[in-house]
């Protein structure tokens, strides 16, 4: 059984495309299908559905898949313990990230983690829609929500925390909320997809439903809008720290923090082993954010 038959297998499950998991390896469309049908054939059974749009692993595909990468990974280790073979991570990472903290924290970064490893390639989708990593054929997703998938696993890259935001002149106009039961006599911006802003006090956890005529879905949007005046917002500390910096954005309701679980996460199938190039890439950019991230230095 040819190991590079197996990579190429294991590289089209992550895929669900044979032209995009050869043309990572060097190969041609009709080689990889050729190895493909090869390794298929070595096997006696048939690994993969085809069709024009995408392929998928058949019942016995998916079986024969953990079995595929516990090999190569001995293959890998074997090579590893006498010096032989390159480890260096090489080929197309796919990456799908949050826009606002994709735009604002993973491609400033991205010059120094191609020079550091210059046989990858990334592939970076920025959307705030949360993606099916499988549908997509990505290798990793950057989140700042809980996991609540358990097919896939999370690493943490760094922490994250929300605060509640207004601008100057909001404030100047409107005054500022002295507690979060305040903030039903003001107007809140909203991020859709959090319908509550949730707050420690000393009677305990209290929930806020705010009011507000703005709803929007993505960070720096949001952000903005509290900067121009039009209410106030529940913002990351990474999405505001340059505007509280500036004075043109300060924190309200410091007596009261918010209550929140988020930190960036980079997540990755669980059926997965641990690729040389996901690993590269969260090692790099964990140590790139560090335990303290530079936006709340």
Request: glycine letters at 6%.
């Given at each position: ?21 050869g ?8 080689v ?48 590893a ?9 090489q ?34 989708r920025?959307?705030?829609?949360i ?33 509640v ?30 319908d ?6 000393p ?26 005046g ?34 960036i ?16 890439f ?16």
């Amino acid at each position: 059984m040819n190991n590079e038959h197996l990579r190429l297998f294991v590289r089209i499950s992550v895929t669900h495309n044979i032209s995009m998991a050869g043309n990572e390896m060097g190969l041609s469309a009709p080689v990889a299908s050729m190895h493909i049908n090869k390794l298929e054939e070595a096997l006696g059974v048939k690994l993969i559905h085809r069709t024009t749009r995408k392929v998928s692993l058949t019942e016995e595909g998916r079986e024969f898949l953990p079995h595929a990468e516990t090999v190569l990974n001995a293959v890998d280790s074997a090579k590893a313990s006498v010096g032989a073979g390159s480890f260096i991570p090489q080929g197309t990472i796919r990456v799908a990230a949050p826009s606002s903290f994709a735009r604002m924290h993973i491609v400033p970064a991205l010059n120094g983690f191609v020079k550091q490893y210059p046989e990858l390639k990334i592939d970076l989708r920025q959307s705030d829609s949360i993606v099916d990593m499988v549908e997509g054929g990505f290798d990793i997703a950057i989140r700042n929500a809980s996991l609540n998938d358990s097919t896939l696993v999370a690493r943490k890259l760094t922490r994250d925390h929300r605060i509640v935001c207004a601008s100057p002149d909001y404030i100047k106009e409107y005054g500022e909320p002295s507690t979060p039961q305040d903030l039903l006599n003001h107007q809140c911006i909203n991020f859709i997809g959090i319908d509550s802003w949730l707050f420690n006090t000393p009677d305990g956890l209290k929930k806020i439903k705010p009011k507000g005529a703005i709803r929007i879905d993505n960070g720096e949007s949001t952000r903005d809008a509290c900067m121009n005046g039009a209410g106030l917002t529940l913002c990351s500390i990474w999405c505001a720290y340059k505007a509280l910096k500036t004075g043109e954005l300060v924190q309200v309701l410091k007596e009261y923090p918010v209550e929140s679980d988020t930190a960036i996460w980079a997540v990755y199938p669980s059926s997965r082993l641990l690729a040389p190039k996901v690993r590269a890439f969260i090692d790099y950019f964990k140590a790139y954010y560090g335990d303290i991230p530079y936006w709340e230095a």
